[in-house]
Nanobody, 122 residues
Framework: QVQLVESGGGLVQAGGSLRLSCAAS????????MGWFRQAPGKEREFVAA????????YYTDSVKGRFTIFRDDAKTTVYLQMHGLKPEDTAVYYC???????????????WGQGTQVTVSS
């Protein structure tokens, strides 16, 4: 089992910044990548960003490129999502997740955090 605890969500005005954190514990050796997803009200959950655990390759969905940055700590136990230039359309519950099987950077995630709310006001 892998446990994930997210923090850092909140309410921010458009153009503002937030940093989300996700601390992993347990059987983290199964980690192939860690990613961030989000789900807005009435919409499906969507991939936001991910970082491969071996090699550190980074991936972003197009709508956040240039505004969001995913990075991890040296101990590889915490992954962060730094968000700048937030827009109202970024409002969603943000989830971090651990990828445990291959098949594309936006799938194969076997462990999920509880989610943290990000609300961007216009």
């Amino acid at each position: 089992q892998v446990q994930l605890v997210e923090s850092g969500g909140g309410l921010v005005q458009a153009g503002g910044s937030l940093r989300l954190s996700c601390a992993a514990s347990g059987r983290t050796a199964v980690t192939q990548a860690m990613g961030w997803f989000r789900q807005a009200p009435g919409k499906e959950r969507e991939f936001v960003a991910a970082i491969a655990w071996s090699g550190g390759l980074i991936y972003y969905t197009d709508s956040v490129k240039g505004r969001f940055t995913i990075f991890r700590d040296d101990a590889k136990t915490t992954v962060y999502l730094q968000m700048h230039g937030l827009k109202p359309e970024d409002t969603a519950v943000y989830y971090c997740a651990v990828q445990t099987s291959a098949g594309g950077i936006d799938r194969g995630y076997g462990y999920w955090g509880q989610g943290t709310q990000v609300t961007v006001s216009s």
